[in-house]
């Protein structure tokens, strides 16, 4: 009772509070990943975070703490309009501010499609999947709703992919295909998410021109948005030469434009992913000097490590709030199954439609041979899923659907970051060995 009486006092809080509570959490678990468990920074972080998440209901389960408090703490925070309405715009930005276009040209139609043909395939692969798992295992899922699982853990997280990356060492191309992907197909899947969530809860017509029409305003208006205004800032940053200037100007794209591609109904993942990828490539090469260039990059890179470690400690945080049952548990990982093997299948036929247009139209396209299966492997087993799935699952709206969708998402994104997360660097090695010129 002392333990409770203290934890009621503890999590009784205002907004600085929590933060203080988040921020004292991540940082204890940098440090012990860092001096003791010596995993990769976000992966150290989410298990941490889950295992402290697990002694608690473990201890609430022995009557020794309350866990009303925590669920309360964990529960003020919401995670998906945290992450969907301020993380994500920050951690895009920073993640497409890296990536080179020279390199990103060169993969450029496999990114492509893999990002919109890829993300529609697994889509309707995994969905299809879930739903007969679902109905083998007594529970009621409307298809519309498991194509709605599909399209929510169908696009690979640019987060969680990235800060993979980053330890791994990869080489430049290889990084520019396995990131850009991610990154592009990061806004499709908002996109795709969004048109079914319309047509599961009737506020879209279910016309396919009202689809397209949606599909193609909030896709084109968003990268439109991110050409425009990502080409103003890098005017700006042309005419100054002071970098605590420029490096406001560049958070006032992260932050006013993805507030007014909101406000607009265009895709503000896509737009954020083009501003980061035209700041990124011109205004830092053409529009800075070599100082600001420097102290900018070195700003973002401090602003992603901290904001990602921040977000999957929430990540493993969140186990306390989501209620899995031992059935839940089980098409959990019917679905992180369904999920590889729809991930596995789409970038097969994907690749396969880019080398059938490759000997057709090789020299025009300039396309290297993609059909391999090592490259696939690595492909589909490095296509991470994390928060943004989560965040929006928890998007959906209350009821027995929401319910069933959020604790599988939760199992999926878990076996995800933590089985293909830990085992992504050594099958990247064996695969690198064995696949010329990757």
């Given at each position: 009772?002392?333990?409770?009486k203290?934890?009621?006092?503890?999590?009784?809080?205002?907004?600085?509070?929590?933060?203080?509570?988040?921020?004292?959490?991540?940082?204890?678990?940098?440090?012990?990943?860092?001096?003791?468990?010596?995993?990769?920074?976000?992966?150290?972080?989410?298990?941490?975070?889950?295992?402290?998440?697990?002694?608690?209901?473990?201890?609430?389960?022995?009557?020794?703490v309350?866990?009303?408090?925590?669920?309360?703490?964990?529960?003020?925070?919401d995670?998906?309009?945290?992450?969907?309405?301020g993380?994500?715009s920050?951690?895009?930005?920073?993640?497409?501010?890296?990536?080179?276009?020279?390199?990103?040209k060169t993969?450029?139609?496999?990114?492509?499609?893999l990002?919109?043909?890829g993300?529609?395939?697994?889509?309707?692969?995994?969905?299809?999947?879930?739903?007969?798992?679902?109905?083998l295992?007594?529970?009621?899922?409307?298809?519309?709703?498991?194509?709605?699982?599909?399209?929510?853990?169908?696009?690979?997280?640019?987060?969680?992919?990235?800060?993979?990356?980053?330890?791994a060492g990869?080489?430049?191309?290889?990084?520019?295909?396995?990131?850009?992907?991610?990154?592009?197909?990061?806004g499709?899947?908002?996109?795709?998410?969004?048109?079914?969530?319309?047509?599961a809860?009737?506020?879209?017509?279910?016309?396919?021109?009202?689809?397209?029409g949606?599909?193609?305003?909030?896709?084109?208006?968003?990268?439109?948005?991110?050409?425009?205004?990502g080409?103003?800032?890098?005017r700006?940053?042309?005419s100054?030469?002071?970098?605590?200037v420029?490096?406001?100007?560049t958070?006032?794209?992260?932050?006013?434009?993805y507030?007014?591609?909101?406000?607009?109904?265009?895709?503000?993942?896509?737009?954020?992913?083009t501003?980061?990828?035209?700041?990124?490539?011109?205004?830092?090469?053409?529009?800075?000097?070599?100082?600001?260039?420097?102290?900018l990059d070195?700003?973002?890179?401090?602003i992603?490590?901290?904001l990602n470690?921040?977000?999957f400690?929430?990540?493993?945080l969140?186990l306390?709030?989501?209620?899995?049952?031992?059935?839940?548990?089980?098409?959990?990982?019917v679905?992180?199954?369904?999920t590889?093997?729809?991930?596995?299948?789409?970038?097969a036929l994907?690749?396969g439609?880019?080398?059938?247009w490759?000997?057709?139209?090789?020299?025009?396209?300039?396309?290297?041979?993609?059909?391999?299966?090592?490259?696939?492997?690595?492909l589909?087993?490095?296509?991470l899923?994390?928060?943004?799935?989560?965040a929006?699952?928890?998007?959906?709206?209350l009821?027995?659907?929401?319910?069933m969708?959020?604790?599988?998402?939760?199992?999926?994104?878990?076996?995800?970051?933590?089985?293909?997360?830990?085992?992504?660097?050594?099958?990247?090695?064996?695969?690198?060995k064995?696949?010329?010129?990757?």
């Amino acid at each position: 009772m002392i333990i409770s009486k203290w934890l009621d006092k503890f999590f009784t809080m205002n907004i600085f509070h929590t933060i203080a509570i988040l921020l004292t959490l991540t940082a204890l678990g940098s440090y012990l990943n860092q001096r003791f468990l010596k995993l990769p920074a976000t992966i150290g972080l989410l298990a941490f975070a889950f295992l402290i998440s697990l002694f608690t209901m473990v201890l609430g389960r022995l009557g020794w703490v309350a866990l009303g408090p925590a669920s309360s703490f964990i529960r003020q925070i919401d995670f998906s309009a945290v992450l969907l309405h301020g993380l994500l715009s920050f951690l895009l930005f920073a993640g497409a501010l890296h990536i080179n276009l020279d390199d990103l040209k060169t993969v450029r139609w496999q990114v492509g499609l893999l990002a919109t043909l890829g993300v529609l395939l697994a889509t309707f692969i995994t969905g299809s999947g879930v739903w007969l798992g679902a109905g083998l295992a007594g529970f009621t899922l409307p298809y519309i709703y498991a194509l709605l699982f599909g399209a929510l853990i169908a696009p690979t997280d640019p987060i969680a992919v990235l800060s993979v990356l980053k330890d791994a060492g990869i080489g430049k191309t290889l990084y520019a295909k396995i990131g850009g992907e991610s990154l592009l197909n990061d806004g499709v899947g908002v996109v795709v998410f969004l048109t079914i969530l319309g047509l599961a809860t009737h506020h879209t017509p279910p016309g396919f021109f009202s689809v397209a029409g949606l599909l193609a305003r909030e896709s084109l208006g968003g990268i439109g948005l991110g050409l425009a205004l990502g080409w103003a800032v890098y005017r700006l940053l042309r005419s100054i030469d002071a970098y605590k200037v420029e490096v406001l100007l560049t958070l006032a794209l992260v932050s006013g434009g993805y507030m007014l591609a909101e406000t607009l109904h265009v895709s503000a993942p896509l737009y954020m992913v083009t501003a980061g990828l035209v700041v990124g490539n011109h205004g830092r090469h053409f529009g800075m000097s070599a100082q600001s260039r420097e102290r900018l990059d070195h700003f973002w890179e401090l602003i992603d490590e901290m904001l990602n470690a921040v977000l999957f400690m929430l990540m493993g945080l969140e186990l306390i709030v989501i209620p899995i049952t031992k059935a839940l548990l089980g098409l959990g990982l019917v679905a992180a199954v369904a999920t590889l093997m729809g991930r596995l299948v789409s970038v097969a036929l994907t690749l396969g439609v880019v080398e059938g247009w490759r000997r057709l139209f090789g020299r025009a396209m300039a396309v290297k041979p993609v059909f391999d299966w090592r490259i696939i492997g690595l492909l589909s087993w490095g296509g991470l899923r994390g928060g943004l799935s989560i965040a929006m699952a928890l998007a959906l709206p209350l009821g027995q659907e929401r319910a069933m969708i959020l604790p599988i998402t939760y199992i999926t994104v878990l076996f995800s970051i933590l089985l293909q997360g830990l085992t992504f660097k050594p099958a990247l090695r064996w695969l690198i060995k064995r696949t010329p010129n990757p």
